[in-house]
């Protein structure tokens, strides 16, 4: 071993002691190897971007599409939505399996996912906005794409996920490369949500509530409400919003197709550096129930996936509750827009104070600023107190954002350093909290809208019952307070502090120098 160099001890006090070959050693990655330079992470985040414009595009506007220009009941659009949801959530872990099972190319291991999905994942997206010739299939047309689109885009969410690990070995890194993923995530959000907005404002301008209370007797007679009802319903104007909707999903998916050869012109994936290039994989089953008793994964997701559920049910319901609980209905687009904004301005922020204050402190500060003031709105429902509650929420959302993708690579270096010999499970980790996650959005959704359907909800109503306004307060204060005091209880108990992950950090490096040194070895070995 080379004069000076320190040798780190493992958790268990012994030292890690690297063989001495018979020839000089090779030259060992420097620190200034593993850094990653602007343009890199910039174009990791381009990436990631496009998901989530298209998600937001879908979670704002999916519904009304399906109701308004592609006129199927409420119930087969409720299904096609909790369907598609439940089947992205199925698929995560398979896709996860198939990736693991996944030999290195000259572009990577996760890359041809990625690069190979985006046409079908740009194709299956437009014709979830197309509306088909015929109306009697039209539920299975829709139930059939949105299951494709769900299916497409994991094999590129959970790939590009994992992609994290990848990048460099140094933890710093990985986490500035986070940080500038969440924020073009939440950018991603909030472009997504404005595209699909301007695009298609003109299908949507007749306002189904009129102001000042109006009626259909204002209108002067019943001829006069039967004209406004041939407008809505007319064939120009369903011709006209079906052509907006393909648009904006053009638009969505040139987006799409850019970021993602951004992305692998910018990016360089590179091979695991912890094992010895002949180390063979063990099965998958024996490295899933690794995965899944590996406690630190199980309190970091099980946290998170209360906290999820928190966010969720304040995100799904918060314009529910501007409109039929406060009487905010005419300010909630400009409420949302803070909120995105808080979260986009907030992550920077996120990202300073989990590097001076350490991961587990940033959760616990970060999540626990959305509870006083969602009770404070519920109690002093005002203009200005939503204001605050949404630029207090948009903190909290941006922390539940960066905080567990940043936490996840110190467990799958934990474990790495736990199970020195398994190899290629990095997937299985990313794919079953995206599954937890997706998870947690169906129940958040399925909950609050049976609640609100047991409490009276009437359906196209201008003003509902008190039962409903009262049940919207519960899920906004009460219920995400009593899900987030529970995650950051769970999260308690997740055991990688600050001198733990440093710890592991050393070990590790010392680990990746024997498997290079092992490596180098054999190949002579066999060359001789």
Request: charge should be positive; charged fraction near 15%; aromatic fraction near 14%.
């Amino acid at each position: 071993m080379a004069k000076g160099e320190r040798v780190p001890h493992t958790p268990a006090g012994k030292l890690f002691k690297p063989p001495e070959p018979a020839f000089n050693k090779p030259p060992h990655q420097t620190v200034l190897d593993q850094r990653l330079s602007f343009c890199s992470k910039l174009c990791f985040a381009i990436g990631g971007a496009p998901n989530q414009v298209a998600g937001s595009a879908t979670a704002f506007f999916l519904q009304i599409y399906l109701l308004d220009v592609a006129q199927i009941n409420p119930f087969q659009a409720s299904m096609v939505l909790f369907i598609g949801k439940a089947w992205g959530a199925m698929t995560d872990p398979v896709v996860g399996f198939f990736i693991t099972k996944s030999k290195w190319t000259r572009i990577g291991r996760l890359m041809p996912w990625m690069v190979g999905c985006t046409p079908f994942v740009v194709v299956s997206y437009f014709y979830l906005w197309f509306v088909p010739p015929f109306t009697n299939g039209r539920f299975i047309w829709y139930l059939g794409f949105y299951c494709l689109y769900q299916t497409l885009i994991t094999c590129f969410h959970v790939p590009y996920s994992a992609l994290t690990m990848f990048l460099s070995t140094d933890q710093k890194e990985r986490d500035s490369a986070t940080a500038y993923r969440m924020t073009l995530e939440v950018l991603g959000t909030l472009v997504g949500a404005a595209i699909q907005g301007q695009i298609v404002a003109s299908a949507h301008t007749l306002k189904h509530c009129p102001h000042h209370n109006m009626s259909t007797g204002h209108l002067g007679n019943g001829s006069g409400a039967e004209i406004v009802k041939r407008i809505v319903h007319s064939q120009d104007f369903l011709s006209h919003a079906k052509e907006v909707y393909m648009i904006a999903a053009g638009v969505i998916g040139g987006v799409f197709l850019i970021c993602t050869v951004v992305m692998f012109l910018g990016v360089k994936e590179r091979d695991d550096p912890y094992i010895s290039k002949t180390e063979k994989q063990i099965p998958f089953h024996k490295g899933f129930i690794l995965v899944m008793r590996h406690s630190p994964y199980l309190s970091l997701t099980a946290a998170f996936l209360f906290i999820s559920v928190a966010i969720q049910l304040v995100q799904s319901n918060f314009v529910l509750f501007c409109t039929y609980a406060v009487d905010l209905r005419d300010h909630f687009q400009n409420i949302v827009l803070t909120i995105l904004v808080s979260a986009v301005v907030s992550i920077p922020l996120w990202q300073w104070f989990l590097e001076r204050f350490g991961k587990k402190t940033a959760a616990f500060c970060g999540i626990t600023w959305i509870m006083p003031f969602t009770v404070m709105l519920v109690f002093i429902p005002n203009l200005v107190v939503a204001y605050v509650v949404a630029v207090s929420s948009g903190l909290s959302v941006a922390a539940s954002l960066l905080l567990p993708w940043s936490m996840l690579p110190d467990v799958v270096d934990d474990f790495r350093l736990a199970n020195p010999h398994c190899k290629g499970f990095e997937a299985i980790f990313y794919s079953f909290y995206v599954f937890f996650t997706k998870f947690a959005a169906g129940i958040s959704l399925g909950v609050s809208t049976l609640c609100l359907e047991f409490a009276g909800y009437d359906t196209g109503a201008c003003r509902q019952p008190a039962q409903v306004a009262y049940t919207l307060k519960l899920l906004i204060g009460a219920a995400p307070v009593a899900f987030i005091v529970t995650g950051l209880l769970i999260l308690l108990l997740y055991p990688i502090s600050e001198d733990v992950r440093l710890r592991n950090k050393l070990c590790l490096e010392e680990l990746r120098k024997q498997g290079s040194i092992s490596s180098r070895t054999l190949e002579d070995l066999s060359n001789a």
